[in-house]
């Protein structure tokens, strides 16, 4: 059974850091897409981050680019998402998300994703 655990959301100050981890279990992942997935409250779920499960194929949203890296290590069953120079607009509940098929057309589709975690809130406020 696929299970995901996201965990390191907290609330910071603008311009501070977090590492959120997604953890997994009940499958193997080395062959499986793990995405990153924001939601904001009265806004829709938007991809942020995804890697293929043989990290040929890395993605990021516009809005995240050069202030976020997105990390695997199948070792450990986890995948990080470092966030650098976090912005009041990033704050939102943070999702992992993993298919087989998933993260390989330019497009970060929640619909592409079968399996999710629960989620981790990351709010970015003065």
């Known amino acids: 059974q696929v299970h995901l655990v996201e965990s390191g959301g907290d609330s910071v100050q603008p311009g501070g850091s977090l590492r959120l981890t997604c953890t997994a279990s009940?499958?193997?992942?080395?062959?499986?897409?793990i995405g990153w997935f924001r939601e904001a409250p009265g806004k829709e779920r938007e991809g942020v981050s995804c890697?293929?499960?043989?990290?040929?194929?890395?993605q990021y949203a516009d809005s995240v680019k050069g202030r976020f890296v997105i990390s695997r290590d199948n070792a450990k069953h986890t995948v990080s998402l470092q966030m650098n120079n976090l912005k009041p607009e990033d704050t939102a509940v943070y999702y992992c998300?993993?298919?087989?098929?998933?993260?390989?057309?330019?497009?970060?589709?929640?619909?592409?994703?079968?399996?999710w975690g629960q989620g981790t809130q990351v709010t970015v406020s003065s």
């Open positions: 998300a993993t298919d087989e098929w998933a993260c390989v057309t330019p497009t970060m589709a929640p619909i592409s994703y079968a399996f």
């Open positions: 890697i293929t499960g043989e990290e040929d194929i890395i």
């Open positions: 009940g499958f193997n992942m080395d062959t499986y897409a």
